[in-house]
């Protein structure tokens, strides 16, 4: 009764992979299957009561169950088929400098460093964003990716995700882009660790304040304390 899901899922799994996954993929399907085809052959023999004097297919298809279970533990740990690619990465825990702030042109797509983990930086309308560089679904680099709508495209299986807090607005990726607060300060744009949540998360925090506004003791040139120019996550 299990075996239909079972295939079902690894099918969706299997269509989103490349070479040499896909060909494992495939050999791993043909053992599971013939596995299966064994398996009710011993069903049947056992309903005619010769399964207990030649009980070959029964181990057969044991033998072969194990072979395709090895294989479907290859796929997903070694050559890591539907795994995060961002789930070991350690983000710097507090800010830190990533760019200079004249770096950062408004609307374009950067990739810097932020504590040795890669970070996607991204501004538009005075609020600079920051999410993992490196896509959780197939490791694409998202620096290489299409904007659109306040998204980011991956240019490998074209997972979409949310700039604001890298949620998912378009499959196949299963897990969330992990985000990360952002400010400029001094010239210098700089984020601090995203925190790692089921579901989405979110927005990060940004404090719009750039070198000939911030004043680091009183009001800046509009009369507004520096404090006052944090923007809140929004709901």
């Known amino acids: 009764m299990a075996a239909v899901p079972t295939a079902a899922a ?22 599971n299957t013939t596995a299966l085809s064994l398996y009710l052959a011993s069903l049947v023999a056992r309903a005619r009561g010769t399964e207990a004097r030649r009980p070959g297919a029964g181990l057969a298809g044991l033998g072969v169950l194990l072979g395709g279970g090895y294989l479907g533990g290859h796929l997903c740990f070694v050559l890591g088929v539907e795994v995060n690619r961002t789930a070991w990465e350690q983000p710097p825990q507090q800010w830190t400098p990533v760019l200079a702030d004249t770096e950062l042109a408004d609307g374009e797509l950067c990739r810097a460093d932020a504590g040795g983990v890669p970070v996607l930086l991204y501004r538009t309308d005075g609020t600079v964003y920051a999410l993992a560089s490196t896509c ?14 306040g998204c980011v495209t991956c240019p490998w299986p074209g997972s979409t995700f949310r700039f604001a807090d890298g949620s998912i607005m378009r499959s196949p990726a299963s897990t969330h882009e992990p985000s990360h607060q952002t400010r400029i300060q001094t010239g210098a744009s700089r984020s601090a660790p995203s925190h790692r949540r089921c579901g989405p998360q979110p927005s990060a925090r940004a ?8 004043a680091p003791n009183g009001p800046d040139r509009r009369g507004c304390p520096i404090t006052e120019r944090r923007f809140r996550a929004r709901p």
């Open 207 to 214: 404090v719009t304040e750039d070198t000939v506004l911030r």
């Open 10 to 31: 690894g099918l969706n799994d299997w269509s989103d992979t490349a070479r040499p996954q896909t060909r494992v993929g495939l050999v791993h399907a043909a053992l």
């Open 136 to 149: 959780t679904h197939m490791g694409g680099p998202l620096q290489e990716g299409t904007i659109s709508d």
